[in-house]
């Protein structure tokens, strides 16, 4: 299969749904990808949907209500399958369109929000699953080019300034407040896009995950451009 992840040890890369969501995570690879060369107008679906908030859900009955192109319906269709997909495997897809998430300035020395290098927790064994159909798509980056932001000596500092507890529940504090959750990039870090349409199986920090959950951020927008976007 030719395509720019396949030479990553981070990346494995797969051409089914069924590779996707059976193939194991091991050693490096964190990172699985259903790599597809989509077909289909996605433009004119972001153009006739609605933004409500930053943030607007988008629901199967919203995409059949579209009257679309031959284009534009094929983009529907790969959706709606994509959707129908993950629902039957058991994950619970969401679709957004979005204008921007919301950002963390609280601290000038630490970021928390998904525009940060970050990985996704879960009490229970699970993914995350993501596809942008449309608008910038979202970075990855290797565990091994990146450090945990606690762990940096004057961002540690810093937290250790902002907390009054007892210092044995030093740790709890920085779980609590997400910010065990949050990367700084090594100098010279190369973070991978993930690009557009192809179907994305991140693994998340979960009791039972046997590799390191993977890095990942949402990207900065493009000027006027909405992002389409599934994720679970």
């Known amino acids: 299969m030719s395509n720019t992840f396949s030479d990553n040890s981070q990346i494995g890369v797969v051409s089914t749904f069924a590779e996707l969501v059976h193939t194991d995570f091991k050693g490096e690879m964190n990172a699985l990808c259903w790599y597809r060369n989509l077909d289909g107008d996605f433009n004119e679906i972001v153009a006739q949907l609605h933004l409500k908030e930053n943030i607007t859900e988008v629901y199967p009955e919203d995409l059949q209500a579209l009257q679309l192109s031959e284009k534009g319906n094929k983009a529907r269709e790969i959706i709606l399958n994509d959707l129908q997909l993950l629902t039957d495997f058991g994950a619970s ?118 590799v390191q959950p993977c890095i990942h951020r949402a990207p900065v927008e493009n000027e006027g451009e909405y992002r389409l976007l599934l994720i679970c």
Request: overall charge negative; glycine content about 4%.
């Open 93 to 210: 897809p969401s679709l957004n369109l979005l204008k921007c998430y919301d950002r963390d300035d609280e601290f000038d020395f630490i970021s928390t929000d998904v525009y940060s290098f970050h990985v996704d927790r879960s009490p229970i064994a699970t993914d995350t699953f993501l596809c942008t159909y449309h608008g910038a798509s979202s970075d990855i980056i290797s565990n091994s080019q990146a450090e945990q932001k606690i762990l940096v000596p004057e961002i540690r500092t810093k937290l250790k300034e902002l907390y009054d507890g007892p210092e044995e529940e030093f740790e709890n504090f920085l779980k609590e407040n997400y910010f065990d959750l949050h990367y700084q990039l090594h100098p010279n870090a190369e973070p991978i896009n993930l690009g557009l349409g192809h179907l994305w199986r991140l693994a998340v920090d979960h009791p039972k995950q046997q």
